[in-house]
């Protein structure tokens, strides 16, 4: 195991571990530095922040509530935040102090590749950059209530091999589905549908699910540019103040049934 690390001023931490575990307990300072950490194992229990942060584990990567990781800015690929494991757990936040912030023009980038990823309350938050969550089965949060999952001033792209959110049942009267806020709204599930809640206006750039209902809620306009698609089999439901159809944003829905209020 590895814990405690040097003071960089603005220069880079670049710390790997060919196995074991890289426990963080102690300050983390890079300034606008790039902070690069690989290791079987990472445990995050400290706040700090930096001009990139890039967390790769080999099997795990845990990340302490109540604790702020921030990004200033963005690497040449576009990364402000990366996260990617088989197994991620990223503890909840607060609005105002989400445990993983972007402020600068980096993308928030969060990757498990192993089973299904529990999203807290006040998890994620990002400016222009936008934020990318991918896991191999569902993406689903893991408190069912209407507090903010994720919240983002540009494009959330959602990608999961089981279903992103569950089903906030008759009349979208329920909290079970994905609670985000976002410029802009793409999602993709394998299997079992996409249930997304949406505060404020957005446009949806795309959603898709082979198999499964698509329920997208909204509290203000949901504006479609591109095509919503339940391919196999479920319905489509969309419920907000105005729903918009541009020119490319057809609604399919192969075996169910399309209801927009």
Do not use: C, K
Request: glycine share 16%; charged share 10%.
């Amino acid at each position: 195991g590895f814990t405690g690390l040097p003071t960089a001023g603005d220069g880079d931490i670049e710390i790997s571990l060919g196995s074991g575990t890289l426990q963080i307990d102690e300050a983390v300072t890079a300034g606008a530095g790039n902070v690069t950490f690989a290791a079987d194992s990472i445990d995050v229990n400290v706040s700090f922040q930096a001009g990139t942060v890039l967390l790769d584990g080999g099997s795990s990567v845990d990340i302490a509530a109540g604790q702020q990781i921030t990004s200033t800015g963005a690497s040449t690929s576009g990364i402000g935040i990366g996260v990617a494991a088989p197994t991620v757990s990223i503890g909840g936040g607060t609005s105002g102090f989400e445990t993983l912030t972007a402020t600068g023009s980096g993308l928030i980038q969060v990757n498990q590749s192993s089973g299904s990823l529990a999203l807290h309350d006040h998890v994620i938050a990002s400016s222009v950059g936008g934020v990318s969550i991918s896991a191999a089965g569902s993406i689903d949060e893991q408190n069912d209530s209407s507090t903010l999952n994720v919240r983002t001033d540009g494009q959330l792209t959602l990608v999961a091999g089981g279903s992103i959110g569950q089903s906030a049942g008759a009349n979208l009267g329920g909290t079970g589905n994905l609670d985000v806020q976002a410029t802009a709204l793409s999602a993709s599930a394998g299997s079992g549908g996409v249930f997304v809640s949406h505060t404020g206006d957005v446009t949806v750039t795309s959603a898709a699910t082979n198999t499964g209902d698509i329920e997208l809620q909204a509290t203000q306009t949901i504006s479609v540019t591109g095509p919503v698609i339940a391919a196999t089999s479920g319905d489509i439901v969309m419920q907000a103040s105005q729903i918009v159809l541009g020119d490319s944003g057809d609604v399919t829905a192969s075996s169910g049934e399309i209801q927009l209020t």
